[in-house]
């Protein structure tokens, strides 16, 4: 018996901005599914960032296909990506007046959660990434880690199917920002743009790769492991290689290879 796993992330031709760019996306094709952790590289490295902030509806896509946890356009209706999909870009992105727990509790509102939930979740969130004894502190007297911390308690208060992470929780201790991004083993989707991969080691268990502003790997981290390359960058670079190479040696009509052809 087969076992139906839907795609969380599913991306068909997608290109965003414009020619010559670093940043610039060209014809990517990706599907994620349910439930998996991602990590997510380029060269150059702005590229994943775009990625996300294209899903994230931050940056127009100028062709292509992007559906989200069942959803193929933005939509931030609470029923729609405001509730389904989270994301927490390199900087916080929360007003420095507002305290942790002011800024958990404006997020919930806006997701239209109901009072009597945001009140329960706010708590909960409090507790969990340790924010409770500075929940009435104004963020810009806590610090970046504490800004931080908030920035994706505040995303995960609505409890996302899908969630982008671009850069996240740097300046937090490395053993507390694993902790905290190991996020509970459900049906959460989890995406992470990252110039350190190796920093996501136990966190992820799939990596893709984009070059020069094509996505040319999309596999899983055993089989980096199975071929005795680290979680890094070049490790996941030549591993990408490696398929391109089985790519193109591969037989087409008539008997001859692409190698073959090529030369």
Do not use: C
């Not at 991969?197 to 094509?214: K, T, Y």
Request: charged share 25%; no cysteine; net charge positive.
């Amino acid at each position: 018996m087969r076992l139906l796993r839907p795609a969380a992330i599913e991306l068909r031709d997608l290109q965003a901005l414009g020619p010559g760019r670093p940043d610039a996306l060209r014809g990517i094709d990706l599907s994620v599914p349910v439930g998996a952790r991602l990590v997510l590289v380029s060269r150059p490295d702005e590229a994943a960032s775009t990625l996300l902030r294209v899903l994230a509806g931050l940056v127009r896509s100028t062709r292509g296909h992007v559906a989200m946890a069942g959803l193929a356009r933005a939509d931030d209706t609470p029923r729609g990506w405001a509730r389904r999909v989270g994301y927490v870009g390199p900087q916080p992105a929360i007003y420095p007046w507002l305290s942790p727990a002011e800024a958990l509790a404006l997020a919930g509102r806006l997701a239209g959660l109901e009072r009597r939930e945001i009140g329960l979740r706010v708590g909960e969130m409090l507790d969990r990434f340790g924010l409770a004894d500075v929940a009435s502190r104004p963020l810009s007297r806590s610090g970046p880690m504490v800004a931080q911390k908030a920035a994706l308690a505040a995303t995960l208060i609505t409890d996302p199917e899908v969630l982008l992470l671009d850069e996240p929780l740097r300046s937090v201790d490395p053993d507390e920002r694993r902790r905290l991004l190991e996020l509970p083993p459900r049906r959460l989707t989890v995406a992470i743009a990252s110039r350190y991969p190796a920093s996501e080691e136990g966190i992820v268990n799939q990596v893709a790769f984009i070059r020069d502003g094509r996505m040319i790997l999309h596999g899983s981290v055993a089989e980096l492991q199975t071929h005795g390359l680290p979680l890094s960058v070049r490790g996941i670079e030549q591993l990408a290689d490696r398929h391109l190479a089985t790519a193109d040696r591969r037989p087409m009509a008539g008997g001859a290879s692409r190698a073959a052809i090529s030369t």
